[in-house]
């Protein structure tokens, strides 16, 4: 059999469109988020391994890994979120805080993190890595 060049170059047309389409169906794999300090306005967090600390003004946070990030960098963890106050801390107060949800995305070396209670968005922040950030606590 003889193949024509039209026919040879719609052989490989198919054979690369086949190609294409088996990489894109591939599952992507997810990435995790650097460990170490993230940082920014009123915002200071610490990245271990296996979980998070936040210190706001006025807050503070706890969140529990892994921190996988999705193919485009957004993220959806769930921890605590503990709000602070000036002056004493009464006896009977609750320390433990309330469950919170931490969205958002992250780009390089840049985060953006929305911190949210229920169905509450207490706040939005942006992170960069390597940043001690700039906290200001409740005295």
Known sequence: MVWRERDKFFA??????????LAAARPRKMQRLPTGTWGGQHIRMEVDATSATIDYD????TIAGPFKLDS????????????????????????????????GSVHGDTMTLIVSVGDREVDRY????GSSGRVFKCK
């Open 126 to 129: 942006t992170l960069k890595r």
């Open 12 to 21: 490989i047309l198919a054979l690369g469109l086949l190609l294409c389409s």
């Open 58 to 61: 006025c807050a503070t946070g």
């Open 72 to 103: 485009k960098g957004h993220f959806s963890w769930h921890g605590r979120h503990v709000t602070e106050h000036g002056g004493p801390i009464r006896r009977d107060e609750d320390s433990n805080g309330q469950p919170a949800t931490y969205s």
